[in-house]
């Protein structure tokens, strides 16, 4: 079947721009998870949605992030007047439930670059 | 201090041969813990939960040490194809949040 997808694949902005990051997670995953990797680190957890529950947003770095998800599907990230500091590889993963037992399935990631 | 430590390496390794690498956390009322792989621009994939006991998995051991808080990976009769970074993942305490190490890059030589 389909895995988690994300685009665009790759984002080239200028700084202080908007960028808007689409990811489809697998059909029937109620959790969806949004990861910012800068090269050479560790994933950093940004936002989680599970269900209709009020979702997680503890990890949005600044109020220029935002994120939203459509029932148990699509989920959209966006960032407003971008930074250089933001420029990084932004991953999005679904799993059937919440919960850190779940096996969390990634989608290939948007690599942004902020001139 | 980090969350979760890993040294990054590179562990340069022939083939055929075994190596461990070990992760630290910090958090003491973690519960899950995960190795995930992750070839060079790629995402991150599962490659075994790690159990209380300790766990295998064909050639992939895992093994957890609570009391020193660190879990280890053993892989044995390395392969090119495990060449990737290796990324410790630990729950948070309670919490469904993964905390990501920042990975073992792995590189088998023929």
């Known amino acids: 079947g389909a895995g988690v997808s994300q685009s665009p694949s790759n984002k080239v902005t200028e700084k202080g721009k908007d960028v808007e990051l689409r990811c489809d997670p697998i059909?029937?995953?109620?959790?969806l998870y949004w990861y910012r990797q800068r090269l050479g680190q560790g994933l950093e957890f940004l936002i989680y949605?599970?269900?209709?529950?009020?979702?997680?947003k503890s990890g949005l770095p600044s109020d220029r992030f935002s994120a939203e998800r459509t029932g148990e599907s699509v989920s959209t990230l966006t960032i407003q007047r971008t930074q250089q500091e933001d420029s990084a590889v932004y991953l999005c993963?679904?799993?059937?439930?919440?919960?850190?037992?779940?096996?969390?399935?990634f989608g290939p990631g948007t690599r942004l670059t902020v001139l | 201090r980090k969350e979760v430590e890993q040294d990054p390496g590179p562990f340069n390794v022939p083939e055929g041969a075994t190596v461990a690498f070990n992760c630290t956390y910090s958090?003491?009322?973690?519960?899950?813990f995960f190795w995930y792989r992750q070839d060079c621009r790629k995402e991150p994939k599962l490659l075994m939960s790690?159990?209380?006991?300790?766990n295998e998995d064909g050639r992939f051991t895992a093994q957890l040490n609570r009391a020193s808080q660190y879990i280890s990976l053993l892989i044995r009769d390395s392969k090119l194809s495990d060449s990737a970074t290796y990324l410790c993942?630990?729950?948070?305490?309670?919490?469904?949040?993964?905390?990501w190490g920042a990975g073992t890059k792995l590189i088998i030589k023929p």
């Open positions: 790690v159990y209380s006991s300790g």
């Open positions: 059909s029937g995953h109620t959790a």
């Open positions: 949605f599970q269900g209709n529950s009020a979702p997680d």
């Open positions: 993942v630990v729950n948070r305490g309670s919490n469904y949040q993964l905390i």
């Open positions: 993963a679904s799993s059937l439930a919440g919960g850190p037992q779940n096996e969390q399935f």
């Open positions: 958090n003491s009322a973690s519960q899950s």
